[in-house]
């Protein structure tokens, strides 16, 4: 069974920077893509980032493009998100997500991690 287990949330000043982490686990992922999304509430779930596990090709949404930076160790089945300049509309919380590559709908979610970015 598929377990993403996300780490590296917290307060952060405008401008700064965050790490986030997402340990994989239960099977491997050599066909998987891997994807950070981002919900605050009362609006949608937002995508933020996708990475295929094999080639490591990358897509971002719109607004992010330029700040964050998805990677994956696959030696250590981790997917980092890597967050710079960081404004308050960044904040939320984070979801790492999982799904084959032959499907569109991520079947399997991390239990998120908060990130405040304070003004």
């Known amino acids: 069974q598929v377990q993403l287990v996300e780490s590296g949330g917290g307060l952060v000043q405008t401008g700064g920077s965050l790490r986030l982490s997402c340990s994989a686990s239960?099977?491997?992922?050599?066909?998987?893509?891997m994807a950070w999304f981002r919900r605050v509430p009362g609006k949608e779930r937002e995508f933020v980032a996708r990475?295929?596990?094999?080639?490591?090709?990358?897509a971002y949404g719109d607004s992010v493009k330029g700040r964050f930076t998805i990677s994956r160790d696959t030696a250590k089945n981790t997917v980092y998100l890597e967050m710079n300049s960081l404004k308050p509309d960044d904040t939320a919380v984070y979801y790492c997500?999982?799904?084959?590559?032959?499907?569109?709908?991520?079947?399997?979610w991390g239990q998120g991690t908060q990130v405040t970015v304070s003004s």
């Open positions: 997500a999982a799904r084959p590559g032959s499907i569109t709908e991520y079947p399997y």
């Open positions: 239960g099977r491997t992922f050599s066909s998987y893509r």
């Open positions: 990475i295929n596990w094999s080639t490591g090709t990358t």
